[in-house]
């Protein structure tokens, strides 16, 4: 078996290092109660009012609570890398783990496995509350696309923490990664999204979306979509693991 594995002991060293990290718990924790909460507000606001008063794509209208935990996602991708860059912890680290191959892996599959295991239960929770409060215009599990667009919405989370962290890495500094990506995420994706068209459907949150879409106009379908987020993910994580290997600590 290769060194540069993740091992057991030190994927339970990164579990307790973010447990014991006050800003990445809490994330995670809101990742599942924006997403739920807003939703069931909205749906107990607004939901029962007319039909596609949440928006004109019912499957999504049942997610619009994503958009916030999404911002959630971000910050525990985030804060989970960046304490390892303040006050030598990345050097203590090393010293615990030469290999930085290893290191590196094991923290993004500790941050991974906890943003997929929040993502699933939020994807879940997220459409039985809010359609419980929709009135008669709500969803069903076992309605077209429900299924998927619950695994695809807790995998579009998984993603996009796993995103932030990979840029973290790379720049080292999780302020300025969330510093760009949320304003990126609430208004540059959304400007450009309504000016350019086809291009914008490859943007990471855009692409990624289309899973929790009853229909995907466009190149891309909803699977596809959330290809492409993954792959906006890998080249993150493929260049914050290059930045580990090569920066001096």
Not at 151 to 157: A, D, E, M, W
Not at 160 to 178: E, K
């Amino acid at each position: 078996m290769s060194t540069a594995l993740p091992t057991r002991p030190v994927l339970h060293s990164e579990w307790i290092k973010i447990r014991s990290l006050r800003g990445s718990s809490t994330a995670l924790i809101m990742i599942l109660a924006a997403t739920v909460g807003i939703q069931a507000l909205a749906a107990a606001a607004t939901g029962r009012a007319e039909k596609g008063a949440l928006g004109e794509d019912p499957l999504f209208a049942a997610y619009y609570g994503i958009l916030f935990g999404q911002i959630a996602a971000m910050v525990f991708g985030a804060t989970a890398l960046s304490a390892e860059f303040h006050n030598g912890a990345l050097r203590t680290s090393l010293a615990a783990v030469p290999s930085r191959t290893r290191f590196y892996l094991s923290k993004m599959a500790v941050i991974g496995g906890l943003a997929l295991a929040v993502g699933q239960v939020t994807g879940f929770l997220t459409f039985v509350a809010g359609q419980a409060l929709m009135g008669p215009y709500a969803l069903h599990l076992g309605d077209r696309g429900s299924y998927r667009a619950i695994v695809g919405s807790g995998l579009y989370l998984t993603l996009i923490a796993l995103f932030a962290a990979g840029l973290t890495a790379l720049l080292r500094s999780g302020a300025l990664v969330l510093s760009l990506l949320i304003p990126f995420v609430l208004m540059v994706s959304f400007v450009v999204g309504a000016a350019s068209g086809g291009v914008a459907e490859f943007l990471p949150d855009r692409a990624g979306q289309l899973v929790m879409h009853s229909q995907a106009g466009g190149h891309l379908g909803p699977w596809s979509g959330l290809g492409v987020l993954a792959l906006w993910a890998g080249v993150a994580l493929a260049g914050g693991w290059m930045a580990v290997r090569r920066r001096a600590a």
